[in-house]
């Protein structure tokens, strides 16, 4: 038993020098904070950050309302390199959603100059023009209409906004068939007559 415990302590040792050794060739991890009160747009941006984006080190954090996002955004140990805003969300968890409380939480954002440099997509369900123009102007890098980006497109626009140029997911080859000699299907070869075996007649039951 001690022998066993003693052999498990030696490759734990070895594991954590290893680990210590390598820590400095670990990519910088780029910190994400959604702001979403759909329950399903928070579950899809968590598979594709880990779909797409587990590689490049992104890490995603998610919360419901603006307040919950003050609370994030202000601890400095974990603020976020960049911010997906939904717009119509509540001040609190169970208020009601609202277009303004995200247009004020994204104001208040870029006026502080300890935040304003977080960047900010702002990642909503409405396509109207004067949101868009709205946003923009208040600081927001791009403004993502839902629905119009596929999971790839989506986190394309998020890495480059982070600066990230490297590819998260290598795309597959497709396997090719194996190539003949003439190029084409050897054809099959009927079956000759001395080649057919000829199966023994059983007697029908005498009983």
Do not use: C
Request: charge should be negative.
């Amino acid at each position: 038993m001690e022998n066993h415990l003693s052999t498990r302590l030696f490759f734990f040792r070895i594991i954590m020098v290893y680990n210590f050794l390598n820590m400095t060739d670990q990519p910088k991890d780029h910190r994400i904070l959604s702001i979403e009160d759909d329950e399903f747009i928070t579950l899809f941006l968590t598979d594709v950050m880990w779909i797409f984006g587990t590689a490049d080190n992104i890490k995603l954090t998610s919360v419901s309302s603006t307040e919950k996002a003050m609370v994030a955004i202000k601890d400095q140990t974990n603020r976020p390199d960049l911010i997906l805003l939904d717009l119509a969300l509540p001040n609190k968890d169970g208020d009601k959603a609202d277009p303004e409380n995200g247009f004020k939480f994204l104001e208040l954002l870029k006026t502080d100059p300890a935040l304003m440099d977080i960047k900010v997509l702002v990642f909503s369900g409405s396509s109207d023009p004067k949101y868009q123009e709205r946003a923009v102007r208040l600081g927001a890098g791009k403004f993502l209409v839902k629905g119009d980006y596929l999971p790839k497109e989506l986190i394309d626009v998020i890495k480059n906004a982070l600066g990230i140029t490297s590819s998260a997911v290598p795309i597959p080859q497709t396997p090719q068939p194996p190539e003949t000699t003439s190029g084409s299907m050897k054809p099959i070869e009927p079956i000759k007559p001395s080649q057919v075996i000829e199966l023994p007649t059983i007697p029908p039951d005498q009983t």
